[in-house]
């Protein structure tokens, strides 16, 4: 990739990139790995040009097709909770690829990353920027049906980029004893919800954070 292209200029260069990231930080994001990622990581490559000059704001952005590019407040905090709570981050699941911005986080903070979308098109031009960025302990599928990839788990760790309207059994289940999923739930009023799976690997603890706001979960491929 073009280096100019990668660092930016103006509106997408570094300087605006570290202004994002000293109002995450004092937004209350802390942990200063996933904040150094961030900053290295350009918002810009995972957006239409038209909406480039927008990279470095603190809002959600669209992709087409209906979808959006997390805020990156809630990319932090989303990615700083999984962090701070998984046992261990040695295999992941990122459930709904978008753009790949949020992948691009996580597959610089964990070991190996498997992510499923349901949109053909947006996986495509995310597997295009994560090769580009030289990115390659992501696996990626368009999900067919159902939620996850049960054939790679259980997993440490599983991040949801789309809300349902109340926690699927097919993600839990997929969690490795003491793992944790990090999930917005909701219709008309979204949370955060952090789940874990006890050590027995047949329980479940629910914690219910700030009120947030992501398209919906859902199945069916859209080629």
């Known amino acids: ?19 994002l990231i000293q109002r995450l930080r004092e937004g209350g994001i802390q942990n200063e790995e996933v904040l150094e990622v961030m900053a290295s990581t350009p918002r810009h490559l995972f957006l239409d040009e ?12 669209p992709i087409g097709y209906g979808q959006t590019i997390s805020q990156p407040y809630i990319v932090a905090r989303m990615t700083e909770l999984l962090l701070s ?9 990122e459930v709904g690829t978008g753009s790949g911005y949020q992948t691009a986080i ?10 499923v979308e349901r949109i053909a098109p947006l996986l495509g031009q995310a597997r295009s920027r994560l090769r580009e960025l030289g990115i390659y302990n992501v696996e990626t599928k368009v999900s067919s049906e159902g939620f996850g990839w049960p054939e790679k788990g259980p997993f440490d760790a599983i991040l949801t980029a789309a ?7 097919e993600l839990k289940e997929q969690l490795a004893p003491e793992g944790v999923l ?21 329980r479940f603890e629910v914690e219910r954070l700030e009120p947030v706001r992501f398209v919906p979960l859902l199945s069916g491929v859209i080629r």
């Open 1 to 19: 990739m073009d280096r100019l292209k990668r660092e930016g200029l103006g509106m997408t260069s570094q300087r605006t990139r570290n202004r």
């Open 163 to 169: 809300a349902p309207s109340s926690i699927p059994m």
């Open 182 to 202: 990090v999930i917005p739930v909701g219709t008309e009023r979204q949370f955060l919800t952090l789940v874990t799976r006890r050590e027995d690997s047949d």
């Open 85 to 93: 709570r998984a046992k261990s981050l040695h295999r992941v699941l």
């Open 106 to 115: 996580l597959a610089r903070l964990v070991e190996h990353l498997c992510s």
């Open 50 to 61: 038209a909406l480039a000059i927008r990279a470095y704001e603190d809002t959600s952005l």
